[in-house]
């Protein structure tokens, strides 16, 4: 007999979605620091409790209210993008990495990857 194709898929997505959970919420625990920390705290927060609902529940990306947070979430963050990459043409110094802007450049861009991954897997439940 020949296993089930796939059947291990589900609870690596689900697994795959705490781990990012625990991710942006440790990102969002270490702003405490940073001169706009209340800012960062909410970018973060959002795609920890968006992404931990996933991983409780995969078909919750289908719901209104889930996608349309995340949707206005995944917005936010390339309209942010976007304004940090004109900035950091017109003002890096050093190395991106380096600069404070370049870190949360790269911290938008990791938010929405994973939001549009999240996203686009309510297309996948329902095929």
Same mark, same amino acid.
């Given at each position: !007999?020949?296993?089930?194709?796939?059947? &291990?898929?589900?609870?690596?997505?689900?697994?795959?979605? /705490?781990?990012?959970?625990?991710?942006?919420?440790?990102?969002?625990? $270490?702003?405490?620091?940073?001169?706009?920390?209340?800012? &960062? !705290?909410?970018?973060?927060?959002?795609?920890?409790?968006?992404?931990? @609902?996933? %991983?409780?529940?995969?078909? $919750?990306? /289908? =719901?209104?209210? &889930?996608?349309?947070?995340?949707?206005?979430?995944?917005?936010?963050?390339?309209?942010?993008?976007? *304004?940090?990459? $004109?900035?950091?043409?017109? =003002?890096? =110094?050093?190395?991106?990495?380096?600069? +404070? +802007? %370049?870190? +949360?450049?790269? /911290?938008?861009?990791?938010?929405?990857? &994973? !939001?549009?991954? *999240?996203?686009?897997?309510?297309? @996948?439940?329902?095929?």
């Amino acid at each position: !007999m020949e296993p089930a194709a796939g059947c &291990w898929e589900p609870a690596l997505w689900r697994a795959c979605n /705490g781990l990012m959970a625990a991710f942006f919420a440790l990102a969002a625990y $270490v702003q405490v620091n940073d001169p706009d920390a209340e800012l &960062w !705290m909410v970018i973060y927060t959002i795609p920890a409790v968006l992404t931990l @609902l996933v %991983g409780f529940n995969p078909l $919750v990306t /289908g =719901h209104f209210l &889930w996608k349309t947070i995340s949707a206005i979430h995944i917005l936010f963050c390339i309209a942010w993008a976007v *304004c940090l990459v $004109v900035y950091l043409l017109f =003002h890096i =110094h050093q190395n991106i990495f380096h600069e +404070e +802007e %370049g870190r +949360e450049l790269f /911290g938008l861009i990791i938010i929405t990857a &994973w !939001m549009c991954l *999240c996203y686009s897997s309510s297309n @996948l439940d329902t095929a």
